[in-house]
């Protein structure tokens, strides 16, 4: 399984971006998928998971309410909309997936695959 993550950049707060992640290799309508974060000099962090089926979206406490998790299966990718950012948003954001689960959850190291990154400026 590849996943390929873009759509981030550098905007201001307040702005929007939205992240996409395209799975190739398996069939990703069968996978959880989530997006996890980075900030420089700290540690990765969940923001949002989703499940095959799509429904049930999981989101980190600081990011509800501003980012929108969803997926197309026809596509095989996952989106991630996000609103209202802020300059704590600033990170480098992955998309993983885990092939063994049907419900989203927030715990990295259950993850199978990884994608490379897209990196996410905001500017106050």
């Known amino acids: 399984v590849q996943l390929q993550a873009c759509g981030g950049g550098s905007v201001q707060a307040g702005d929007s971006l939205r992240l996409s992640c395209a799975a190739s290799?398996?069939?990703?309508?069968?996978?959880?998928t989530g997006w996890f974060r980075q900030a420089s000099g700290k540690e990765r962090e969940f923001v949002a998971a989703?499940?095959?089926?799509?429904?049930?979206?999981d989101y980190a406490d600081s990011v509800k309410g501003r980012f929108t998790i969803s997926r197309d299966n026809v596509k095989d990718t996952v989106y991630l909309q996000m609103n209202s950012l802020k300059s704590e948003d600033t990170a480098v954001y992955y998309c993983?997936?885990?092939?063994?689960?049907?419900?989203?959850?927030?715990?990295?190291?259950?993850?199978?695959?990884w994608g490379q990154g897209t990196e996410v400026t905001v500017s106050s």
């Open positions: 993983a997936a885990d092939v063994t689960r049907d419900i989203s959850h927030n715990n990295a190291n259950e993850y199978d695959y």
């Open positions: 989703i499940s095959w089926s799509g429904g049930r979206p």
């Open positions: 290799g398996r069939t990703f309508g069968l996978y959880i």
